[in-house]
């Protein structure tokens, strides 16, 4: 017997206990019911002596707790064993074992059989599980969990070159300016310095051509419209306010001229605006009209004699908000108003309106307001606009699609009043394609922020381990790694939304104006909730604003409400899944025709076959055809169920616009799975043609991902339907798991690949 | 014949298509297919003379649409039709219509019915709609959805009081402050401004005793904790940095006096922390260690010659991180540190600790670094704290739980140092209660604005009729009602959290700290929600900081992290619910004792009745005793699943630490299983206790919402396991929207019952 243990104050027999003793007293877990059955135990077992059982009793007797350093011998007495016998994982296994080693007590086989039976009898009793128990004691403790870790298995610079394309020269190009020191963040707690932080970043931008570049040649540009969502995309890594700033002067301003002007509009002002020489806004949303742009109530007011508009705004609520540019750096804008004619209103027209002289003095019959601090994007001087009695000459009507003669006729290639007004709007659909792409860049760098300090940072782990890497952590792996799939997903989907924009046809127009919006919408959203992760993923370090989620979260916060609200955009989406437009993507208003689809779709609707839906193989579950039919079932199933839905509603008499209503809901549905089985088809398309490269195993694990966490996020809704059973959703929900826990290794080259320059990312979390 | 309609270059028996050449002319909706249809028509017809029939094909030909004048001119003919005989629901019939109240044509009654009839198969082979298309024509537009509004049928002040309880009088106290005009919202740009504005609204609110509240008499205050609960909600109305600061000094500096330290501690600080002459800091997360609070590694060594300690930070990823009060205003802290006797490690103790002189500067060995803008809470002043070997005097330690003898040697009443170590942690409780109080108080501001915004501002509106309060929008009620159900459960179980923790027996810790923790969890991720819903619902009047949304989102964004990272609160409230732990509620890795509580559950889960699965009577689904057993079953299910499944992970020799990782998704949905159905309960015991009251029903129609749209964010569980049908979730779901919209008319009501002052809420839109 080694003299270490004499002072324990326990009879020698009694060192059967030790583990058990160590374990309720040192975590206080000895409740009346455990004392109880201690007690009994003690009372029934043949092999201790009474005195001995005296002294047993008297070591979990509630008023006589051990002292601190007593347990410490203990563990240490009980640590020295395990460290000799290795995996043992029984309580009383040890506790015999330690006896054997550490104590002179000679046991017979028989008596040490008597002894093991009767300990784990009680260890049952106290409903201990033994492997759990001995956990504790284990010194080296090298777990799954532990030792998962970062390990780069393709090339990186080849995936880059994929999501780059044929863009990656001018991105290249965009990322090496910002590089430049003068790309410095600043703090955007003085509203003034930031402006004109941002101000001068943008003009950096336009002297490098990007501002112009997606204008006419002869008028400065380079005729490539989509390398300027590239640079738009791209400038996303850096601060999102010069974004917005870039894209209302060289888009909303810029494009509002060379899309609704005509030849005199763009050769007097693109080359000016392409340069930021004339800094300029795109003054549409008045403060009752956002979403209904229809009932803007600013007039535009002929007067032949002189040859000139007035511009006025009635009251206070017909002012325009929000205007990006206006509070400080607009000297122009695109004016949005009612046309006047003899007193007749012709419809919504553009109008270009100087606002401020040279010196930047807002000019007579102008009142622009300040508004102030927002959630974010406070780089950009938004401003509140009134004009009282402005008037502008005749040539600066923007006459593309309505003109007015020197007399007052009002003339238009477009008859139909509803149908100008939303063929004007169509061709601004640009915006709503720069916005989600600049929203993806914002996720890519939540997550490259999130994910790479996931991958450093430690916390809690085995007993008597060291600390894991949170991202180890099924929850954190649940919580940032679907959102890279969706962010991949997302990619692959603008770039082909781009090429459709791109490639676009006459007939083509209201498919796109869809797509543009849908995605829009869901991008965004998913940007919103994406960020907001990560934000939560980084704990405290996320809410610093040295670490850029802050920002990143606060300045796409308004993208879901800019550009068209998410909600009314995913509406108008899915009134053009159910037939009830043709060519007027956005009129709220029109449900008059109404090509029943339903009656067409249903025929074409997946069987519910009962082999499928509870199908649990994994090669089913991974496989692309079974991913797309589940996502086209949803899609058609949602698009039929709508209109029956509301030819019900309207057949028994409700009128239509209340029909709709009650179908909100339902149609904001039909407009997400749209977007969804656009986005898988997309992704699968870009796997498939990733065949051989050393990428392809990860991109499939992603995109993988992607389609069964959105599966998973609608079970509901395909449990209901009875095309997918319980014990299928749960093997989904299993693979979804797995996936996360197999990608976690790929996380970091996987944001790595997104090549984010340094500087951009900037957050110190990201370099630990 | 009337000479108006002569210039139409329109035969007169064409008219009877007036009304159809106008839809599709008007909105352009005449495709390839339609003409096809209507060329056919014409052929086959025996009503129209050849010479008509050629008119009317000149009339469709996609080469010769009409002019805008004439479309216009066509819409005021069947506008005064229309107007004329009121409600007609095909365009056929409108032809026929048209033709006798405004052509000389004289029809014999079989002529009518023969083009009646053919007239209806050409809309039916053109897939109009008669109805929907008919509405473009209607001038007055009254609809269901128009005419819904703010209604007050029930006593606001009565709900008043209900909510306020027996706290009325200190909220009113706190209400009164708040109002006062010193109380001013600051612009939270210039951060030493907005912290100066924090810290002198932090000294108001002491002077006038609310700082103490909560200390004993004997040190200057009124023993009452429930009170500072009540206040510390209350202050939430306003600025939440005041709130935390509040928070900081009050509760984690004077608490940790109150709970760690003994009555010389109390009697030399709580006098003079109370009336904030002593700012003070809560110094315990450290860089490296936040929720693995643990694992800290700033030390405390005695020095039994000198009887000091000295405190230090043993590398800058020790160093005490986002400690608010530290960058500015702390003169003293708590310090959290590994107490350090001969060289070995004593555990977790506190200690007080000087910072800063009278003047401010920092003291010898004491580095302060100011963690600089955060996404939020920028009045409070949040450092990082290193030590240079700084001495403290021995009775600075504070000496609860743990004490040192003069000659070094280490006494506590605790002999295990788990169980000291969670036993101190569990005595500052209270701040997980403040938390979530704080949070719903944000939420009230929030859903305030957004609902009173919503109930005035317009958008969009039926044809012809007058826009419609976006409130009334089915979407719009689906994004805000249920939060603002959400938003009544937790103040009622906040409530009852806040009575049990005030009457709490020792044996009750255990579950008062699960309580708190989960409560906490669920309610802090639902605000982080709710605001978000907020924001996007008001637009872009939401993005703007004058109407706060912007920081009500910021401020609390960190409440699901500080206080406990609400994830891993969660993973630590489901093992207290599996039996895993007994007494110390936040001990990561105590997986020692596992009562193997699915045995038991197991025999008391509720059994699927077959009758219930699919039960869909509008008295079941709103019978609370559906949802308290379909929320119960919910939970015990969790529990005994996630019970056996660790158990048999375990079994299969998976360490314990891999298992419990394995199934941490599974835990966090057993932890807010749990919470969901406490907060149930508490919502039906409110409702039945307001029997008679003047907002009984509505009161009821909330929980019955809350219930039922928990049940339908859950309905994929509840499909999976068999315990809903399809027929029912779908039920459900048409529940969920016709409750929403019979309490739209409330809501407005609803948030007044909030009682928040004009001046707190501020919001410009909250007040159009």
Redesign the interface.
Known sequence: MQTSILPLQLNERNYFFLPLLY???????L?ERERQVFTDFIGRISWLSPSEKQNLLERIAPNN????D??EQWHQLIHATTSTLGQLDRLSLLGVALVKEQTDLRLTPEEEALIQADLEKLEQE????G???I??FKRE?P????TQQTSVDFDVKELTALLDGDQASIIKEVKNLLQRPEFDYV?????KAYRTAVLSWCKLVADAGFGSIAYPKEYGGKGDMEAYFSVMETLSFHDLSMVIKFGVQFGLWGMSILSLGTESHHAKYLPKIGTLELPGCFAM?ET?????VK?IETTATYQATEKTFVIHTPHALARK??IGNAAMHGKMATVFAKLVLNEKDYGVCAFVVPLRDEEGNTLPGITITD??????LNGVDNGVIAFDHVVIPKENMLNRFSDVTDDGT?E?PI?????RFFTMLGTLVGGRIGIPRSALSACKSGLSIAIRYGDKR??????G?E?VPIL?????Q?RLIPHLAKTYAGHFAMRYMTKRFMNRQEEEMQEIEALAAGLKAAITWNT?DLL?EC??AC??K?????NR??AL??DT??Y???EG???VLM?LVAKTRLGAY???FE??????????VAARTKTSLTEKNPLIIRNIDEEHLLDPAFHLSAFEYREKDLVDSAAKRI?RL??E??????AF?????HL?AVGKAYIDRIMLEQFVLAVEAGKGASFHRVLKHLCDLYALSVLEEN??WY????YLE?VK??AIRKMV?QLCWEIRKDAVPLVLAFDIPDTCLSAPIAFI
Chains 1, 2 share one sequence.
């Open positions: 374990i309720v007293w040192s975590d206080t877990l409740g707790p051990p002292q601190r007593e347990i106290l409903e201990i599980i492997e759990s128990a956990y504790l403790h777990t799954i969990t532990t703090d955007p707690g003085d509203l949303t009752n009209h956002g979403s209904n009932g908000e929000y508004c102030g601090r927002k959630m974010g009002f238009t008859a139909s009043d509803n149908k430690r916390q809690f782990g085995p007993e381990g600390e180890n952590y099924r929850m954190h649940r919103t907001q934000r939560e704990g405290g996320g809410y610093l604003s040295e989620i802050d979260k606060n916060d308004v879901t409400t800019f609200d998410n909600t509406q043709r060519a007027q009129n709220m208003n029109l449900v008059t025709i109404f090509n029943y030819k309207i057949d008499g409700m009128d239509p616009f209340d209503n009650v179908c909100q809901h904001v079970k509901g449990l209901e339907q009875g319980g959703t749960k798991n």
